[in-house]
């Protein structure tokens, strides 16, 4: 059984930056791709970014430009490097995964990330 542990989250006031990490307990070849999703206060959890097992990425719109996923094959890990924040990037920040051959879905604990003005 897979896990999988995010770290990197704090109080960072606006324009700022913060890099998360999704530390996997297996190998990150073992899902499809790797995701970052995040849920505001009050609202749904949304995907903010993706990384392909060959490295492609993907982002939502609303971060593209300012947020960079990417992995470490040897570490087992994936970051979201996150530059000129905003409040309204202020959400828990959750890793996941899907099983490649399960499709089980692999979620993190969630890492707060708190964005002043």
């Known amino acids: 059984q897979v896990q999988l542990v995010e770290s990197g989250g704090g109080l960072v006031q606006a324009g700022g930056s913060l890099r998360l990490s999704c530390a996997a307990s297996g190998s990150i070849f073992t899902f499809n791709a790797m995701n970052w999703y995040r849920q505001p206060p009050g609202k749904e959890r949304e995907l903010v970014a993706t990384i392909t097992s060959s490295g492609g990425t993907d982002y939502a719109g609303s971060v593209r430009g300012r947020f960079t996923i990417s992995r470490d094959n040897a570490e087992n890990t994936v970051y979201l490097q996150m530059n000129s924040l905003k409040p309204e990037d202020t959400a828990v920040y959750y890793c996941?995964?899907?099983?490649?051959?399960?499709?089980?879905?692999?979620w993190g604990q969630g890492t707060q990330v708190t964005v002043s003005s």
């Open positions: 996941h995964g899907r099983h490649i051959w399960t499709y089980q879905d692999y």
